[in-house]
């Protein structure tokens, strides 16, 4: 390991938007610190769908959707617990892959572009003086002219810098609970599945290896009612809708335990915060039911990197480059969050759930304007 402990650039966090985004700067000459408080590879809580408008730019950090010979999927089926379904073509389609495979071929790639990937290493701080960051893990110091924060859906960073979608009135969209499994079960490899219950709602598509994603969000007071027993929960609430009966009664489960998380968040959050560039999910999470987090977590990495290089090229000022990359993200991604919240709103609650499928199943019209707002144009 390098004993340097100046960089250009530091980045905490390895998801894919820090991994990303650490890639894109190495390859310009940038010396690059990656701080990630796991180790690779390793599973997360995803639904692990990646639309297509993401391919040309993974392709061009060198992984490749057609050698891997990935699942394409280009059909979506909504069900809800009153057997209503509701098929329909996804306009521009994606590929399922686990994050397990993804995030070590991009560690892999990060590595041989020169970043200095620090594993196992979480960081308590990043703070700003002098024109300099300085970032904190135990009796470690590491400084940087500039910093990125793409640390997920909630870090001890998080509380540490005090944000507000950490203190503000809960409404309904900042207290989640992701499930998910890998799982051997016939489900087709084109289809991802959106299966309704109360109060929340399962994702499923294939990813590699033949394997499939079961992933699911509800809410905490779901699991509360069911005495925090995550087969209790399934047996007594996922198992209203049929689909999911079928499912979970038939599937053949690849893990010991489901994998966890908790608080997740879906309230607005900052861009930057203290002069960091926030990435990914902790610059705002578009709910699961649309898709396409891990697309808009790439492509703000993209963002951020070509922002940066003008910054560290002298031909942008910090407030500048601040200003642009807080507008970028917006002007990409806002409507989709927007969106998503609002689908989000009316998917989950048996009666509004059937409505809404109902809704578009007669006016199928409707379908493919709703669909392309959570998606985005390749970049």
């Known amino acids: 390991m390098s004993n340097n402990t100046n960089y250009d650039i530091a980045v905490v966090g390895g998801g894919l938007a820090g991994l990303a985004y650490a890639i894109l700067m190495a390859r310009q000459g940038y010396s690059v610190l990656l701080a990630e408080k796991e ?4 599973h997360k809580v995803c639904g692990e769908y990646i639309s297509l408008e993401s391919r040309p730019f993974l392709e061009s950090l060198g992984v490749s959707v057609t050698q891997l010979k990935l699942p394409l999927i280009t059909k979506l089926l909504l069900t809800d617990t009153r057997n209503t379904e509701l098929n329909a073509r996804l306009p521009q389609g994606g590929f ?8 070590e071929l ?17 960081i308590d701080s990043i703070t ?22 793409a640390w997920g859906k909630r ?19 900042n207290n989640y609970v992701g499930i998910k499994y890998h799982i051997r ?13 109360s109060n929340g709602y399962c994702g499923i598509s294939r990813i590699e290896d033949n394997k499939t994603c079961l992933c699911y969000l509800t809410t905490a007071a779901n699991l509360k009612k069911s005495g925090n027993d995550i087969g209790a929960m399934e ?39 203290d002069h960091v560039l926030l990435l990914g999910d902790a610059a705002g999470m578009i709910t699961p039911l649309c898709g396409n987090g891990m697309s808009m977590a790439l492509h703000a990495a993209k963002i951020a990197a070509g922002l940066t290089h003008r910054y560290l090229a002298g031909a942008a000022t910090r407030a500048e480059t601040e200003a642009a990359y807080t507008q970028a993200w917006k002007t990409n991604f806002a409507t989709r969050t927007a969106v998503g919240r609002l689908v ?18 007669a006016v199928p019209f409707l379908q493919r304007p709703l669909i392309n707002l959570t998606s985005g144009r390749e970049f």
């Open 235 to 273: 047996r007594n609430i996922l198992m209203q809708n049929k689909w999911l009966r079928n499912i979970l009664t038939d599937a053949e489960m690849l893990y010991a335990a489901p994998l966890a998380i908790s608080q997740i968040s879906f309230q607005q959050k900052e861009q930057v915060l």
């Open 106 to 122: 991009l560690a892999g790639t990060a590595a041989k572009a020169g970043v200095m990937l620090i594993t196992n290493t979480r």
């Open 185 to 197: 079960y016939n489900w087709p490899a084109d289809t991802i599945g959106l299966h309704n219950f």
């Open 155 to 173: 870090s001890n960073v998080d509380v540490k810098m005090q944000r507000s979608f950490l203190t503000e009135k809960q409404k309904g969209l």
């Open 128 to 149: 700003y003086a002098g024109d300099r960051f300085t970032l904190a893990a135990g009796d470690r110091r590491w400084t940087a002219r500039m910093a990125c924060g």
């Open 39 to 42: 180790t690779y590879p390793r």
């Open 344 to 361: 989000q709103a009316n998917f989950g609650k048996d009666l509004t759930t059937t409505l809404f499928l109902r809704t578009f199943k």
């Open 96 to 103: 399922g892959i686990s994050r397990y495979m993804l995030d």
